[in-house]
């Protein structure tokens, strides 16, 4: 397995679990769900280019 590979992974995971859905972040609002799926999608656009 590759380090982009595990990286998406482990990003996915933080995306699910800071969804405010789950009753131990509804507090938090958007903020970090939204913060973990910009680090997402950056991550997969580097993976498509090549630079990771």
């Given at each position: 397995?590759?380090?982009?590979?595990?990286?998406l992974?482990v990003?996915v995971l933080l995306l699910?679990?800071?969804f405010?859905?789950?009753?131990?972040s509804?507090?938090?609002?958007?903020?970090?769900?939204?913060?973990?799926g910009?680090?997402?999608?950056v991550l997969?656009?580097?993976?498509?280019?090549?630079t990771?």
């Amino acid at each position: 397995m590759s380090l982009s590979l595990i990286l998406l992974i482990v990003l996915v995971l933080l995306l699910v679990g800071a969804f405010p859905a789950w009753p131990h972040s509804r507090g938090w609002g958007y903020g970090p769900t939204g913060i973990v799926g910009v680090l997402l999608v950056v991550l997969v656009v580097m993976m498509l280019t090549g630079t990771l």
